[in-house]
């Protein structure tokens, strides 16, 4: 009796655990489901809060839209010429056509009064007010309220390709101002966009990334602005490479590098400023410039690396800083240049009747105009090494070879007569 009664009583606990835990797991499975709907119905697109969210949202937008045409009204009455289209204001710069010289603002000022935090994400372009964001909702809320979104492609701070760059272009000028929430102009930005003669970059803007202009056939003109020594750091490399139509660019001091072959068949460029604190100029930088006349290089410049003025025909004068001390045996690659202006203080180089010369004068980099009479080239005795790529003199058509160079080596300019010395 006592074995019967003791397996009786376990086989019970066992039955009554057995279904504590099915009900267990069945209330853990419906408090799940109902958890599901509350958050569904509190935070799913037609839920509570996300209806009260879009409710604040959509308050705050309206009165941004309330104060931005309030500011239009009040610019209409101060000045009946003040034209809405120009109007462009971003998180430090506010512009329009009748602004005056003193003033300053931003689109804080415009939409003075509100949220920071909410002002942020606005920005007016050409007279239209914009909501930058990625958040859907918000997007879609911000449309819904009558508001433009996103007029133009940035990924994390870089400006990329896509035809909504053209929205940027002011039609009449072909000119673009990058906007200021732009940190760095993406690769082949602008390679494809037809019309722009004319770009802006603001000193939000840190870089131009590789290839960001190639090939660009009507830009004519590059403006880089700095304020108080914050704007552009880098320009990459082929940035403006073969921009047929560019003739003037002018780079601040901010600028610490500049990328190979930049400016390489910019037949049109005439007028360049370089930074003041390069340390070198980098290979084929004006390659093929065939229009350049004049360039000044920064007194910081210790390198000019190679090819740099190679097929550069109507260069006419360039000058030598003092910090100069390495020039590559190919810089000036058939370069016709007239005249070259000697730094005093420059002890790396000689420059003497039209030649420059390494000091102990056994190197010839450059022939220039200056070294012809009549129409013959004498180079000086002692000269060894002549430039790899050959040398290159407009006028003349005969060449004398001194006794220190034992035979050549080297291709010249074609069509010249070569004399030696020796002979």
């Known amino acids: 009796m006592y074995t019967h009664t003791h397996t009786h009583t376990c086989n019970f606990i066992e039955n009554k655990t057995g279904i504590t835990l099915v009900a267990l797991v069945v209330t853990i499975i419906v408090l799940l489901i109902l958890a599901g709907i509350t958050i569904s119905l509190l935070f799913g697109d037609n839920g509570a809060i996300t209806r009260a969210q879009e409710s604040a949202f959509k308050t705050e937008i309206a009165k941004v839209n309330e104060k931005f045409n309030m500011y239009l009204n009040t610019k209409k009455m101060e000045n009946l010429e003040f034209q809405k289209g120009t109007l462009n204001a971003g998180e430090t710069s506010l512009l329009y056509n009748t602004k005056p010289e003193t003033e300053q603002g931003s689109i804080y000022t415009v939409l ?5 935090d909410i002002v942020k994400d606005f920005e007016i372009i050409k007279g239209e007010l914009f909501y930058f964001n990625q958040n859907e909702r918000q997007m879609k809320w911000a449309e819904e309220m009558g508001m433009k979104v996103n007029p133009y492609e940035i990924i994390n701070g870089v400006l990329i390709s896509s035809d909504k760059n053209l929205f940027l272009m002011d039609e009449d000028t072909g000119t673009i101002t990058v906007p ?18 004319r770009i802006i970059i603001p000193p939000t803007c840190k870089e131009i990334q590789r290839n960001a202009f190639y090939g660009n056939t009507t830009l004519e003109e590059v403006i880089i602005l700095s304020e108080n020594n914050i704007g552009l750091e880098r320009i990459g490399d082929y940035a403006f490479n073969h921009c047929t139509s560019l003739k003037s660019i002018q780079m601040p001091d901010t600028i610490k590098e500049l990328g ?3 400016f390489n068949e910019c037949t049109s460029l005439i007028d360049v400023k370089l930074p003041s604190k390069l340390d070198y ?5 004006f390659r093929q410039c065939t229009s350049l006349v004049k360039l000044n290089i920064p007194e910081s410049v210790k390198i000019l690396h190679s090819q740099i003025f190679q097929g550069d025909w109507n260069l006419q004068e360039i000058n030598i800083p003092k910090n100069l001390d390495t020039v590559k045996e ?5 370069t016709t240049i007239k005249k070259i202006v000697m730094s005093t203080e420059n002890q790396n180089f000689i420059y003497e009747n039209g030649f420059l010369m390494s000091t102990n004068k056994e190197d010839l980099y450059l022939i220039t105009e200056e070294a012809i009479q009549g129409n013959t080239v004498s180079i000086p005795d002692g000269i060894i090494n002549l430039p790899y790529q050959g040398l290159s003199f407009s006028t003349a058509n005969k060449l004398v070879i001194p006794k220190s160079i034992s035979g050549l080596n080297r291709e010249f300019h074609s069509k010249r007569t070569v004399t030696n010395r020796n002979r």
């Open 260 to 262: 190979e072959s930049i």
């Open 112 to 116: 003075a009064g509100l949220k920071k």
């Open 281 to 285: 100029i980098p290979n084929r930088t």
């Open 180 to 197: 200021e929430r732009v940190k760095s102009v993406g690769e082949g930005t602008f390679t494809n966009l037809p019309g722009m003669r």
């Open 330 to 334: 190919d810089t000036f690659g058939l």
